[in-house]
């Protein structure tokens, strides 16, 4: 039995803020239909309660992506675990990340579906680290500010566990 991480942000400050950024999404992207791209693992539990926030015509695709292996650190090698399932040419898309961290991840995968012809990227992220940040991502969106340290839970992984932890929580081995 794993103990249960310190609360970081507790799931009623979750839930608030994302209600917030479906509802500024809403407003921003009337009258378009978009593609939300989620990055797999760690965004699939932010995407499912961000899309039921957002009132538009709206698709969801998956894109797998991992610079992480099991430590606490970016290895900064991006590789990609599985691409989209449907063409994104002439759509507007919606990137939807849980953490930048070093940004390299994104930068990588912006660069990516640039070359597909989307008539629209923005990027929606959970959360931004900017303490390790190493290239400057454009976020449209923007959950919280986090400081440097580890979190988990609400889809976030250490070694593949505490996704399901209903809040965000942090671990002790990264203290400050
Ligand atoms: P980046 O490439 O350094 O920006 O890292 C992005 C990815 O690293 C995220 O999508 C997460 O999967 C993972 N990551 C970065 N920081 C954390 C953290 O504090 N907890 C869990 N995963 C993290
Ligand atoms: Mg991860």
Do not use: W
């Not at 009623?12 to 479906?22: A, F, K, N, T, Y």
């Not at 009258?31 to 965004?43: D, F, N, P, Q, R």
């Not at 894109?63 to 992480?68: D, P, R, V």
Request: one cysteine or more.
């Amino acid at each position: 039995m794993m103990n249960e991480p310190p609360v970081y942000l507790s799931r009623e400050q979750i839930q608030r803020r994302v209600r917030e950024l479906g509802q500024t999404i809403t407003r921003d992207l009337r009258g378009k239909e978009i593609v939300c791209i989620a990055i797999l693992k760690g965004s699939v539990i932010f995407l499912a309660d961000l899309i039921r926030e957002i009132h538009l015509p709206l698709s969801v695709d998956f894109l797998g992506a991992s610079s992480y292996g099991t430590g606490t650190s970016s290895s900064g090698v991006v590789k990609l675990t599985m691409d989209l399932s449907r063409s994104i040419e002439g759509k507007d898309v919606l990137i939807v990340e849980d953490i930048v961290d070093t940004g390299l991840t994104l930068d990588y995968l912006l660069e990516n579906l640039r070359t597909r012809n989307p008539a629209s990227i923005r990027l929606c992220t959970l959360l931004l680290k900017p303490a390790r940040l190493k290239k400057s991502v454009p976020i449209d969106y923007l959950g919280f500010t986090i400081d440097d340290r580890f979190v988990v839970g609400y889809g976030l992984d250490h070694g593949e566990f505490y996704r399901n932890l209903p809040y965000l929580g942090y671990l002790d081995e990264t203290p400050k």
